[in-house]
């Protein structure tokens, strides 16, 4: 069914308010929401604001450019929060600080993979995030094809003893990226499961939709009592070589070098500024991005995007002249790649302002324009939602669904703890031939979709920050 | 003018022909160019037979998935060679043979640049063929930004003294590949020009029309006299960012380091394999492409492609029961990349042969369609040239210039040395977004392309071949 008997009711409503008097009908959706008149105007003014040209490319530039890729507890992540208190300072935001926090620390080293046999050629290869090395001078063994996670999780204990997996099932395009959570799970378990089995490494297909030569490195964890071997991902294109090769039906060997390194405790944070709310400013709704990002690439897609798209909208609020009734936070997460730790900090740190929070969303997921919006809120807050929705219309935002909790993930630990949250889902057909490469640069990113997503934003957050209803259901 | 007056004629002929009684007109042009009514049906018959599928997609999957990279003077040109001539014997050709020769050999080693001030960051590079290494840990110097190199040139000696040189120029898309002449200069020549005004080093934006990250690498070489100083090409998201940085007018500081090995003598040799003709066997008609490849990806487009074209051209006619008068000769080059070895060694062995050498081309401009015919040959090969034309049209393949010599690369010695040429021109709009990097692989090929140029060359390689005419001016 496309249509709730839920949804249904509301477009009824909003078809008996268009029939009734406008200004009666702008008073009952007043008292029910505590949007006047004048606010929604207001929300639709920086939306058009947004569309003739935001902050967001000159942020996004200077993020790219200026520090470029900011790995999580690394020298240059610190460097990204130095230079975002800096700009938010300088920007005229308040309360703005660093909550700093400690991560396990992981560095990529040198990483080299050869087939040696039957056709000796070198791979491109990337390490997984938080993978050991192998021994000094790498390893070398037999590679052993598997067609899915499935497959390998079936392989009899025992029967990779000193060989290397290779899974090479292959993640497809979709607009809303919901096959990653699926495909990626080979990247955050595939090493554990086949360490069970007797692996000594493991190399995956890139959980990526392009056809370059650029591997997808992303975060991969270790099952405990389980040894820890090495991972890897293999280019789309060298994926493909492998297979061509499987079928050729010859034993296959590889040689494998990494060298990482990690230590136990490295420095992050979560970057916060403010505009502090007129009427409630205990009461606090989030947007942001997140700051850091891998060491391949410069972070654009990858979350400049999402900061600086974040940013602006605030910013532009900011410059109105009016405050919302809310505090609007505005949350440049950090260490988000390497576990949503940043997000599980700030809940830690804020446990017990929970209530006080009222609703949030996360920009992370590139540069493309905004097509859908879904949320999970109470019934006053989906008349806040629909306000919304009308307003997003004009930008080509569809209303998805309205039973489905999405916020980013850097909301997740919130959310799950409880939080509302409402999520402006972009398009995200070719995010993941970029994600996590060597390839997330500022060249991929279009202006134009990018101010589509601030007027997205900051017909959010004014709308949000400026009502009175209790978003929890 | 679009229609030269020599062009007029012909058309003028060819209205003429049509006008005439078939039977007629076929045997005037019979005489004129020895191609039999019934030889010019087996041209089409072939050609409709290349574009029901040949077996060019099947070798370049082989080539490079059982050879993969094979730069030129390596162990790995060598196996290509090795796999050129069993499968040439395999498929039944004639006098299928290697011709050695030696060349200087060049091979990369470790490649690391970073930008240390204003904005410490990793870039992409990839050292050009036959530069010279750094120092052993690097160097480290200030960059000097040119927008071009002319710019370069126009500096003042000593004025990079102890610095690295930038240029910046970046070369567009063109259907027929011409800009790559102008912009290639650079590579070829700046590392020498920047070592005048006293330059340590050189980085160039890559001649390549992509926007990956992916360098492109290319030969270049050291003038007489002149200190050799190391070249590399950054990719061109990262010359972006070279150029973002230069515009924030602060100094910027580089570390390049490059340890690459030269030798003085490796091996290489072309394949040569045949369909003797039966009336003129002397008489040779070259067809080919080159079977060595940049180190960096697996040579598909550059020029596995080439290399199956006109091996599956010339199957079809070596499957097809009737031998042209004139032998058909394949010739695979080896040492193409680093500077035509293989075309000026062939031209050195067979200068006494020259007068027999009747036309040839060279497929070595990628996998995409060919969309034009251009030549410089006699009026009595024009005739031929035109019957060519007729049996390409329904290709999509237009008549261009029929004043220009035009062969692909290793037949360029001979082409100087008076041997008549002709060129199949695909369309090369991509060809410079791989060109020369890690992402020329398989992938990009399209199968139906693939064989679209396998009809053009069994047309050429047949009528070509089957005919009587001398070409030579």
Redesign the interface.
Known sequence: MFVTIARARRLLVAALLLTATGAAADAARDTATGLSPASIAHARGLRDQALDGSLAWDMV?AL??????RLAGTE?EARARDWAVQRLRAMGFENVRVEPFTIPGWERGEERAVLLAP????L?ITGLGGSVGTPGDGLEAELVPFESLAALRATAPGSLDGKIAYVSHAMQRTQDGSSYGFYGTLRRVGASVAAEKGAVAILIRSIGTD????PHTGQMRYAEGVPRIPAAALS??DA??IE??VR?GQPMRVHLAMSPQASSEAPSGNVIAEIVGRERPEEIVIIGGHLDSWDL??GAIDDGAGVAITTAAAKLILDSGQRPRRTLRLILWGAEEVGLLGGYEYLRAHREQLPQHIIGTESDFGAERIWQLTAQVSPAGQAVVDIMSELLAPLGVAPGSMDKAGSGPDLVPMVEAGLPSLRLVQNGMDYFDLHH???D????IDPVALDQNVAAYVVFAWLAADSTVNFRR
Do not use: C, I, Y
């Not at 790219?64 to 890729?69: D, L």
């Not at 056709?119 to 070198?122: I, N, T, V």
């Not at 640069?441 to 991929?444: F, I, M, P, R, S």
């Open positions: 530039e790219t450019t200026e520090v470029g890729p240059a056709f000796p050629q070198p491109e056809s370059h030569r650029f789309n294109p493909d070589q061509r090769v050729r690439g410069t490469t060597h390839d640069t500022l060249d991929k």
